[in-house]
């Protein structure tokens, strides 16, 4: 997301199988993927043999780490929570919407996981605004 835009985003972000996935399957299968990302805009979805493709502001694929459009964490926040933050220290208002089904990553995305690597978009923005009070001169 570029910094000063002040209209509505629309990401998407793949993440990886997760055990209750490859629990769900016969020993020795594995879950099959059926969405591709050939650009950070795009994303193909493929059912039944058809494939359909569909645009967005950005698409994050974190689904493995080989792919050359790999997202982590840190690139949620330096590609949308940095203008978030900046949006906020303007003194506008800012909203996370993340939807999607039980166990898509909504909550990985935006809270994260306890390690500094694995912090999520809101822990990220909140240090950013202390940071930015911390610099700032008293009174």
């Known amino acids: 997301m570029q910094d000063g835009k002040d209209t509505v985003q629309v ?3 793949v993440r990886p ?12 299968q594995t879950p099959t993927l059926c969405v591709a990302a050939p650009s950070i805009q795009s ?7 058809k494939t ?11 689904h493995n780490v080989e792919h050359p459009h790999f997202a982590t964490q840190a690139t ?3 590609e949308m929570g940095t203008s978030m933050l900046q949006h906020v220290l303007n003194g506008y ?5 993340a939807y999607g089904q039980t166990g898509s990553g909504k909550s990985y995305s935006v809270l994260g996981q306890d390690t500094e690597e ?3 978009l ?10 930015h009070f911390d610099a700032s001169p008293s009174g």
């Open 11 to 13: 990401a998407v972000r």
């Open 17 to 28: 199988f997760i055990k209750e996935e490859y629990a769900r399957l016969s020993s020795g």
């Open 43 to 49: 994303l193909d979805i493929t059912n039944n043999g």
């Open 52 to 62: 359909q493709r569909f645009s967005f502001d950005r698409v994050f694929w974190s």
């Open 76 to 78: 949620l926040y330096e």
């Open 93 to 97: 208002n800012t909203c996370i919407f």
């Open 118 to 120: 694995g912090r999520g």
């Open 122 to 131: 809101l822990p990220r923005i909140v240090q950013g605004l202390f940071e």
